[in-house]
Structures are given as C-alpha cells and as structure tokens.
C-alpha cells in the first residue's frame, strides 16, 4: 500500500511538471483524472460559495424591482380606490330626488350631469354616477349613506341636498374614510367642529350665518322693520337660518318678538300664527321646507293680526311647485337664498342654455351651479392624486383626495372664487333677496352690493 501511494505520487508530480512546463492544455490519463478529482474535491466548494457570493447582487436587484411596482401601491393611511383599466370613475350623489322638495335635488343633481357631460372621461376612465335618495331627512341621509359606503370604488359624495340629511351621512361617509362636498347643506351646525363637522366634509353652497345675517340685514336696514318673528320645524338647516336670522336681527338693533318651532308634518298652523300675531310682528321669517312653507303661507293670510306682517321664506322652497301651492297668498312675499347674478358669461351663455337643452325647462331650484362646482372640484382632486399605471390602472388615495379638495384655493368656479376654510366652508357666499310678483322670483337685493 505504502508503495503504490509513492508511486501515485510520483505520477501527480511529473503530470504537474510537464503542465508547467508545456504551458498549454494537456490530455489527462484516467489515473490523473481520478487524482485530480480527488485532490479539487475540497477545492471547488470555496468557488461554489464564491459563485453564490457573486449571484447575490442579483437577489438584491429584486427590490429594485419591487420599488418601481411599488410606485403603484397603495401607500395612502385611509385606503385607497383601484380603477382598473377601462372601469369608470365612480362618483355617488345623494340628494332629494323623490316626494315634495323634488325640485331641490333635482336641480343639483343636473349640474352634476352638466358637469359630466362635460367632462365625461377622466385619466382616460369614463366618469360614472351612483344616483341615491337622501329624503330630506335623518332617515334618507342614513340610508343614502350606507348604500353609498358599501361600494368601495366610490370615490367622493356630491350631497346631500338637506343639512337634516347631512348630518348623518356625513358622519358615515367619514368613518367610512370618504368624502362629501354638498351643493346645499347651509346649515352652520355642518362646519362648526363643536356640533356636526366631521373630516372630509366640504360645501360649495354657503353658510347660513351669511345668509341669516342678510335677511336681517334686508329686513331692518332695507325694509325699514323694527319687530321680527321667526319659525323653524327642528331640522338644522330651518333651526340654523332662523337662529342666524333673530341673532342678528337683534344685533342689530330690532326687536326679537318670537322665536317658535312647528313640526314638518304639521297639518294645523293656526294656533301657532295666532300665538305669534298677538306679538304684532312686522316680519315673519320661516326658513321651512314644503309642505310646511305653503301651509304657513296660506294660513297666514287668514289670521287676524298678520294682514300687514311681510312674510318671508328661504331657498328650501325656491321653486315654481311652491308659487303653485301659494296662489296669490305668497304674492309680495320675500325668498333668501344665493346670488345667482355671477360675474361670469359662462353661467347664462353657456351653462343655463345646456340646461335647457339637456333637460327641457329653466332651473328649478338655486344649486344647480353649486353641485357643477362641487364635481369638478371633485374630478380635479381625483387627477391631482391618481396614481396611474403604463396599462391605465389608477390607485387614488381616500386621505390624498381629502387633503386636495381641502387644500382648494383661488379656484374659478360658476359661482365665484372658491377657498376651503379648515372646515369644509368654500363658497363664495353671496346672498341674494328676491320678492315673488306676478308669480315670479325678482331679485331685488343682494349682500353683494
């Protein structure tokens, strides 16, 4: 043994010498094959973990990779709304398109069909509307909201028409991480963070503080009446205006001489009136939607004591079915509500023609611009912050669309030059007066003047 070991040695050494010395390739025997084999057994495991050492940049090229897929993440805190390639961009509304305050809703949901029409794709994806019932009411606000919230590629409200209705579906929509801008919802209760203001509410339609403080403002220093009466049916808008309204008519050095409230559905207004004519108004302002403003406008003309108090109502009853449901008896009477004079020619050169033409009669409420502003600004946050992807996929972040509807400023719309406060108000709040003659709404006065 020892023998044939010094012999296969001595074959290793000449083989070497002769490869070192020929300085080129060499054909091995067998034997040295078998040698050699033996003698790189230990050998080749270093350059295999060298070659692993080697390949593992290419397992680090990987998250490279993973950072430009990354890019299309999801990466928002609330979540985020995946557009597929071809599938519409989902906006809902939630307005009263159903039983006596029709006219309201309806009006604004054409402005936001007008909008649409206009501007039927976005990021190369149909726009697509989810229409709801909000009722004018906690109910309808409630039931709106949830259907709303149940379909995750929604991706902002237009509504509601009711600050009654808003109060609730604000307060889903906001849990839920959407948003909502209302072309309609006056109410202060709705932006004041010590009541109903939730995040990711906004408004294009004004403030009641503004508008009650014109009212008064109409009624004591236009009008030339000391003595004030106001009604509310406990809704917030109705309570809302009519606070603004006694506050500041006081403030402003008349008389406060009622302040009362009657249910919506009230059927009987009598006794009320009576109670309050005894308190010799001269103005009389009920911000109440119908039927409750015509019952009020009807009876009111029968109780002794008010044939010479000027009534008045506010824009929940700015439509041609009130002025049917008032024949005569709300003659002369006086309508708050937004100034629909605007600046611009788009508005009457453009805007009310495509109305006409698209729905075949002339506005029939005050908001219908307000919900054309409230969706662009809506469509614009939603191509400000979309992700979108080479196949057209768009990833839209529900904190992002929030943060760029709040951050609106300076922006040209129908209705003026809007500007987001930190709580949701962005109108430019002009308040018109009008005065009903010969059946008709004249303007006859404005905050603005």
Known sequence: MKRLSL??????ILSLALVACGGGATTETP??????????????????????????????EAP???????????????????????????????????GPNIELGTDSQRGIEIAISMRPEVLGHPVELQAEDDGCSAEGGQAAGTKIVAN???????????????????????????????????????????????????????NDLIQGAAMATFAFEELGLTKAAAIHDGDPYTEGLASAFYDAFIALGGEGVGFEAEAADATNVEPLLTS????????????????????????AKTVTGLENTVLAAADG???????????????????SGPDLSFDNAFYSEEFVPMYQEMFGSEPTN????????????????VE?????????????????????????????????????????DCADARIAVSKVENGEFVPQWSNAE
């Open 152 to 206: 995750p590629q929604v991706v902002g409200i237009i509504g509601t028409s009711c600050s009654g209705a808003g109060v609730p579906l604000s307060a889903i929509m906001s849990d839920a991480g959407y948003l909502m801008i209302s072309p309609s919802n006056t109410s202060p209760a709705l932006t004041d963070p010590e009541q109903a203001w939730k995040p990711g509410y906004f408004r294009t339609a004004h």
């Open 276 to 299: 309050i004519a005894a308190a010799e108004p001269e103005f009389l302002f009920y911000p109440v939607f119908q039927p409750l403003a015509p019952l009020l406008t009807n009876t």
């Open 317 to 335: 009853v700015f439509s041609p079915s009130f002025i049917e449901a008032t024949p005569g008896t709300s003659e002369g009477m006086y309508l």
């Open 384 to 424: 400000s912050v979309a992700q979108q992807g080479e196949d057209g996929t768009l990833i839209i972040g529900r904190q992002a669309l929030r943060d760029a509807v709040a951050a609106t400023s300076g922006y040209e719309g129908v209705t003026g030059t809007l500007t987001c406060s930190e709580f949701g």
């Open 31 to 60: 034997v040295e094959e078998a040698v050699a084999t033996e003698a790189s057994t230990e050998e080749e495991a270093p350059a295999e973990e060298e070659a692993a050492t080697e390949e593992a940049p290419a397992e680090e």
């Open 7 to 12: 012999l296969a040695l001595l074959a290793l």
């Open 64 to 98: 490279a990779e993973e950072e430009a897929a990354g890019s299309m993440e999801c990466t928002d805190a609330m979540g985020c709304v995946t557009v597929a390639p071809g599938d519409p961009i989902v906006i809902a509304s939630a307005l009263v398109i159903s």
């Open 366 to 381: 005050v908001y219908h611009a307000h919900a054309f502003d409230a969706t662009n600004i809506l469509l614009n946050a």
